[in-house]
């Protein structure tokens, strides 16, 4: 059983659009972690979110953790070829070392 | 750069070898994970040392045996492994004075069983 569900699964963009990316769950999380592998590499971590309703900025991305701490979104403004990646959120439990992570979301930015 | 080093990068071996994968990390951390990713797919955890002790094992086959020598080091030793055993195996590190600590990960091994 997949406990986080990212939409959409791929999406491929010109350089320039906005784009969201969701992950959903029925599941309550104490944090929820964003990450970005590439090709040939591990995950890097881009942001972790803790509070319920919380949002964070990094540059152009911006995430938002649901109000109940069972969703999560990411959206992209002004994508740039550099955003091409595997995207992953990853939810931790309460009281547990278990990462879950999510589907995945594939994205690729065209110049 | 990764400050989780994972060797070796890529591994070729035949379903009676024996062989072993290797993870360092000198950030301190005391937890450290194994994960095993297939293609087009997201990690899945295998097992998590928390302070050198074995704290979860996610039903892994018992042909994979972890291994946590000192804090800053960690093994996973193959034998007897089956073609659907080829993937990246990802190793990962985090603190654990609290929770919600980010963690870390290595770049991954890429094994392929003949």
């Known amino acids: 059983t997949q406990l986080l569900e990212q939409s959409p699964q791929f999406l491929s963009i010109q350089e320039g659009e906005n784009l969201t990316v969701y992950c959903n769950s029925s599941?309550?999380?104490?944090?929820l972690q964003w990450y970005r592998q590439e090709p040939g590499e591990g995950p890097v971590l881009l942001v972790t979110?803790?509070?319920?309703?919380e949002v964070k900025k990094l540059k152009r991305l911006t995430f938002q953790f649901g109000d109940a701490r069972k969703d999560s979104s990411l959206h992209i403004t002004a994508a740039q070829p550099g955003d091409t990646g595997l995207y992953l959120c990853?939810?931790?439990?309460?009281?547990?070392?278990?990462?879950?992570f999510g589907t995945g979301t594939r994205l690729q930015v065209f110049p | 750069d990764t400050e989780v080093t994972q060797t070796p990068k890529h591994l070729v071996m035949g379903m009676t070898n024996k062989k072993s994968l290797k993870c360092e990390q000198h950030?301190?951390?005391?937890?450290m994970y194994w994960y095993k990713q297939k293609a087009k797919k997201p990690p899945e955890l295998m097992f998590v040392?928390?302070?050198?002790?074995?704290?979860i094992n996610e039903s892994v086959p018992s042909r994979f045996s972890p291994e946590c020598p000192n804090s800053s080091l960690l093994n996973l030793h193959l034998h007897a492994l089956q073609p659907e055993d080829s993937a990246l195996y990802l190793c990962?590190?985090?603190?654990?004075?609290?929770?919600?600590?980010?963690?870390?990960f290595g770049d991954g091994t890429r094994l392929s069983i003949l």
């Open positions: 950030m301190g951390h005391r937890a």
């Open positions: 990853a939810g931790e439990f309460y009281n547990t070392d278990k990462l879950i």
């Open positions: 040392y928390s302070y050198e002790k074995l704290s």
């Open positions: 599941s309550v999380f104490s944090s």
């Open positions: 990962a590190s985090s603190h654990r004075d609290s929770s919600n600590q980010p963690q870390h």
């Open positions: 979110v803790v509070t319920g309703g």
